[in-house]
């Protein structure tokens, strides 16, 4: 049974409902829920979309199957007894931003990254990847078959500027899906999302200028800023809402040498949050008129498993003021590399960066992604994805729960990779990433995700694995190196 | 049978005494060869190192097997009545070198490029780019199968930094036979030459900065020069000896901010000048005394044809000072993007340029060209290769002879893809370029090979294609067209 775009919408929206009613006891642990006949005389729906909507709130452990008596509310969504965290601070957006500084990250990124390379790691929370199989590796396989057997010619003529028309089509058509009208061959195709940002840089930017970042934000961008000698202005962010807008303007109107913003909008990393759309129209009016590049990182939208879908700004830039990066490697496929950009203005600048930086992107994985595509597995293989993430990252919000100190603070992001874990006062994520990597366990240090000290507090936990034993002991074992740093308060 | 490395440098060195045997006429047209007992007895080597000499020369049209009677000096290689072009001028090297500029080829480059994707193209005589069918399609599309059938799961896995361990160790035991010590660890794998040239410029020069390269150069490291808002210092250079080290030292001692020389010593794009080895040890010597960083681009060594193996200037380096940049490109799979790099005492520098530039390469191309070094075809291919270019180079070499005015100029080069032909006073390529393209062959003016005007008396000439009637015909239509314009004189 193949769903259309606007079924998968129906059904999404469908069981969103009936997740907010489970999860405010409305249909308490037990509770029987409306058959599917009787969903589909309460909403209008067709059988396929009811059907599709049990078995989504199934995979996220919401419901349970009884045989011949139908869905039930699972024992384990008791979300009123669910332990949780309380909700993350918002960022104290009135205190003076730090001014532009040049980054520095490299240094504390790398030791990071060495260090864990050196130990014995048993459970790594540290990267923001999902395991193996949440991929569609033998779809995947077969398409790079299919190309090998037919266009192996590829292998030995140089790979055509811009990227292979077939995988650039089939981006665009993806695209319409977040109500982006592009044509294909204002699509760049690149290696990875980082080349994508590198090159959104340097297109706008000389070294010394000034970039204003969401703090925290993705140490990756970080480090691009420092390879480019770029000042990096931090502005608080709300783990909700996105980049504060006031913070912003008011640490521009201080900021000489302000050429660009660089947001990732839609389920930020590491916060998860995700901007309204009237937040990213008001930015993107405000760069506008400010005379600002507006450079926007999209590489997570399709893991938003709310209803409705995540506009990019890009959607609503009529003046070519946004330069978008966005990515297959966490949604599709980590091993092939593949990201794309598309430029606004600076589309021809960037053109001519990408063939002078590493000339096109080489012909096989792009035939092989585009034909994934045409065969129509994305969608679907979106939404399973997401099913499976919604239920990982609610299994490792509820272990922390559990075995964190009562003081710590955390939001649970609308989709995504990982969670954003604030400590209690007194805690220091660097002093716990030592104490952990010692029992094996890897994390992500709160401090790697800004060139300040702000974050020492705060820890990026992955949730891309599968939920089992292992990672809740990991959980558990944080737990209790924490409890005498505490102690010392 | 298998060649070991010794046996091919042989047979090589004995085809190349044999050769210029038959090229200065002592081995006359319909001559015979001495039988292959003869040359075992004569230069002492064994039966194998001897039939491969022979068939060695056949592949380049100078011997002909004549059945049961054995090998006889080709009638088409009549080298002393092959019209041959005068040899190429050396470059005025007392004149004043003309001062550091910023590069501003892109423009001028991306305009050839596009007027040229505009026009019906029958005859390319513009890349530097072999046919499809003198690459190892069929072995290398078999590899990448069998990494399809036992590694598919790199397709959903973030790939390692610095590339595959198995390609870094087949890169650096092929390096071996360059005379170049590399530890596997010591290589990063790059998106081509191109991204290697990037990053050695990224890591020893700021915005601003001087950058000696020679004149003529790849246009390709003009345009990553001009996109790094660096400035370039052109050096005349020999079409025979490469980059004149007297003028170098004299510019240098003028220009301040010098932070680096780009050369490409061997089989140079475009002159295919090859720098002797005492030259290379005194460049190293000197960029040592003025502590600048020396960047080699080697992607054309594998190319050389005559006695022995070309060392990289690398090969020399003692102290870390040069930076090596190296292609797959040319010599084995121009679809597949694969680069390297060896950065000296910036080897740090450039593993983080790398990650935070695009990240590693995927890793599927990387484990099949493994896959088919390991398997031993690299030194089989490469010399079937250049055999073949070989020929096409003779046979390009006399019809341009045959055809262009008496007054062109041109050295054959010992390897390589490209031709260099000076035209006769009073002829512009820029305006050949335009009626050659009008008649639907496509050229390189010499203008995209310098960021000043020197070089539009000059074309660059692809000869990895067979040759035949068309290629034939088109350089016979070059000559008529270009008999009009000197008529101007
Ligand atoms: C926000 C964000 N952008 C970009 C990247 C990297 O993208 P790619 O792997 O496509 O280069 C990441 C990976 O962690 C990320 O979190
Ligand atoms: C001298 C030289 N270096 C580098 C390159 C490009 O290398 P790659 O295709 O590996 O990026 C070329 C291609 O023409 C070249 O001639």
């Keep these: 049974m193949t769903l259309t775009i606007e079924d998968a919408r129906l059904y999404v929206r469908l069981g969103t409902h009936y997740r907010q009613a489970i999860r405010q006891g409305t249909l308490p642990p037990g509770a029987r829920m409306p058959s599917v006949r009787g969903l589909m005389a309460l909403h209008g729906v067709s059988m396929s979309t009811a059907l599709q909507a049990c078995r989504w709130l199934e995979g996220q452990g919401l419901l349970e199957a009884?045989?011949?008596?139908?869905?039930?509310?699972?024992?384990?969504?008791?979300?009123?007894?669910?332990?949780?965290?309380?909700?993350?601070h918002e960022p104290a957006?009135?205190?003076?931003?730090?001014?532009?500084?040049?980054?520095?990250?490299?240094?504390?990124v790398s030791s990071v990254l060495e260090r864990a390379l050196r130990a014995q790691v048993r459970v790594n929370l540290a990267g923001a990847v999902a395991a193996p199989d949440l991929y569609p590796l033998e779809r995947?396989?077969?398409?790079?078959?299919?190309?090998?057997?037919?266009?192996?010619?590829?292998?030995?003529?140089?790979?055509?500027?811009?990227?292979?028309?077939?995988?650039?089509?089939?981006?665009?058509?993806?695209?319409?899906?977040?109500?982006?009208?592009?044509?294909?061959?204002?699509?760049?195709?690149?290696?990875?999302?980082?080349?994508?940002?590198?090159?959104?840089?340097?297109?706008?930017?000389?070294?010394?200028?000034?970039?204003?970042?969401?703090?925290?934000?993705?140490?990756?961008?970080?480090?691009?800023?420092?390879?480019l000698s770029l000042q990096a202005l931090e502005i608080p962010t709300s783990p909700h809402t996105g980049i504060s807008l006031p913070a912003l303007r008011e640490a521009a109107a201080r900021t000489p040498g302000l050429k660009a913003v660089a947001v990732i909008p839609n389920l930020q990393n590491p916060l998860g949050a995700i901007m309204p759309e009237a937040a990213k129209q008001e930015l993107l009016a405000w760069c506008e008129a400010q005379d600002?590049?507006?450079?926007?990182?999209?590489?997570?939208?399709?893991?938003?498993?709310?209803?409705?879908?995540?506009?990019p700004i890009k959607s609503f830039d009529r003046s070519g003021r946004v330069i978008l990066c966005s990515s297959l490697h966490k949604i599709l496929a980590p091993g092939m590399r593949l990201g794309w950009m598309t430029g606004g203005r600076w589309q021809q600048r960037l053109e001519m960066l990408k063939y002078?930086?590493?000339?096109?992107?080489?012909?096989?994985?792009?035939?092989?992604?585009?034909?994934?595509?045409?065969?129509?597995?994305?969608?679907?293989?979106?939404?399973?994805?997401?099913?499976?993430?919604?239920?990982?990252?609610?299994?490792?919000?509820?272990?922390?729960?559990?075995?964190?100190?009562?003081?710590?603070?955390?939001?649970?992001?609308?989709?995504?990779?990982?969670?954003?874990?604030?400590?209690?006062?007194?805690?220091?994520?660097?002093?716990?990433?030592?104490?952990?990597?010692?029992?094996?366990?890897?994390?992500?240090?709160?401090?790697?995700?800004?060139?300040?000290?702000?974050?020492?507090?705060?820890?990026?936990?992955?949730?891309?694995?599968?939920?089992d034993a292992q990672l809740r002991e990991a959980v558990a074992c944080l737990g209790r190196l924490l409890a005498p740093q505490r102690a010392h308060l």
């Design 93 to 108: 957006v009135a205190a003076p931003v730090d001014a532009a500084r040049y980054v520095g990250v490299h240094q504390k």
């Design 292 to 311: 600002l590049a507006l450079i926007e990182d999209d590489s997570y939208a399709s893991f938003y498993d709310g209803p409705g879908t995540l506009r």
């Design 66 to 88: 009884r045989a011949r008596a139908g869905y039930f509310v699972a024992a384990a969504a008791r979300q009123g007894q669910t332990p949780r965290l309380p909700p993350a």
């Design 356 to 467: 002078s930086q590493s000339r096109p992107n080489e012909a096989l994985a792009q035939l092989a992604v585009a034909d994934f595509f045409k065969a129509g597995h994305m969608t679907r293989h979106l939404r399973g994805m997401r099913a499976r993430l919604a239920q990982q990252r609610e299994q490792m919000a509820e272990a922390l729960a559990r075995h964190l100190p009562r003081e710590s603070r955390m939001s649970l992001p609308s989709g995504g990779l990982s969670l954003w874990v604030e400590l209690p006062e007194g805690s220091s994520s660097e002093v716990l990433f030592e104490a952990a990597l010692a029992q094996g366990i890897r994390l992500a240090p709160g401090a790697m995700f800004s060139n300040s000290m702000r974050y020492d507090r705060f820890l990026r936990i992955n949730c891309g694995l599968p939920f």
């Design 140 to 227: 995947l396989r077969q398409a790079s078959l299919r190309v090998l057997r037919h266009h192996a010619l590829h292998l030995v003529t140089p790979s055509l500027p811009g990227g292979e028309p077939s995988l650039r089509a089939a981006l665009a058509r993806h695209a319409l899906e977040q109500q982006l009208q592009l044509r294909a061959d204002e699509i760049v195709v690149t290696h990875g999302c980082t080349e994508a940002l590198t090159l959104a840089l340097r297109a706008v930017t000389q070294p010394g200028d000034v970039v204003a970042v969401e703090s925290p934000t993705y140490y990756g961008l970080l480090q691009i800023l420092e390879s």
